[in-house]
């Protein structure tokens, strides 16, 4: 599977993105998806995730209620809405393909993931 995510930009705090991540190469229905980001001088960290019929969704307890993960297997896409954003948002964010995933919270571990997309940059302003 070969991911390509985008969307990303500046925009000012409170303001609103909405990422893509478009697959190529296989379908996505057989997949977990996930989102993960990395802000400059930090760790990678876990932001969204779903199943694999995409029915049910996790998120970092730093974006729940404010980003929001879906998927449409027509278009082999997946994507991140973000709302409310603020400038601790502020990173490299990529998407990622996990064909197999086991363990409690193994969604959140970004090893678990198979295939990955290389990063689009969000920027929020203060």
């Known amino acids: 599977v070969q991911l390509q995510a985008s969307g990303g930009g500046l925009v000012q705090a409170g303001g609103s993105l909405r990422l893509s991540c478009a697959a190529s190469?296989?379908?996505?229905?057989?997949?977990?998806m996930g989102w993960f980001r990395q802000a400059p001088g930090k760790e990678r960290e876990f932001v969204a995730a779903?199943?694999?019929?995409?029915?049910?969704?996790y998120y970092a307890d730093s974006v729940k209620g404010r980003f929001t993960i879906s998927r449409d297997n027509a278009k082999n896409t997946v994507y991140l809405q973000m709302n409310s954003l603020k400038p601790e948002d502020t990173a490299a964010y990529s998407c990622?393909?996990?064909?197999?995933?086991?363990?409690?919270?193994?969604?959140?571990?970004?090893?678990?993931?198979?295939?990955w997309g290389q990063g689009t940059l969000v920027t929020v302003s203060s």
């Open positions: 990622a393909a996990a064909l197999h995933c086991s363990g409690s919270g193994c969604y959140a571990r970004g090893y678990e993931y198979n295939y």
């Open positions: 190469g296989r379908t996505i229905i057989t997949y977990r």
């Open positions: 779903d199943s694999w019929s995409g029915g049910t969704t």
